[in-house]
């Protein structure tokens, strides 16, 4: 094998690893952003229930004065 090959190899193989750890960062971001937009929609079911639990209550009270 001549050295022009062996070079023209090793650019190969470098460039495959370079591309697939800028795959594998993509992917890695693209995770962090789902996860962070449920977390925010599982904070927002929260507060809700709080909400609807605090109205149940008044709902009741009310109720069991009249």
């Keep these: 094998m001549e050295w022009t090959q062996f070079i ?3 650019i190969g193989v470098f ?3 370079i591309w697939n ?3 594998s960062r993509a992917d890695t971001r693209h995770m962090q952003n789902m996860i962070q937009s449920n977390r925010d929609l599982i ?3 929260r507060e809700d229930i709080k909400d609807f639990h605090s109205r149940l ?4 009270e009310r109720n069991k004065k009249g």
């Design 8 to 10: 023209i190899f090793f």
């Design 15 to 17: 460039g495959l690893w």
């Design 21 to 23: 750890r800028v795959e």
């Design 43 to 45: 904070n927002a079911i």
């Design 57 to 60: 209550c008044s709902i009741e």
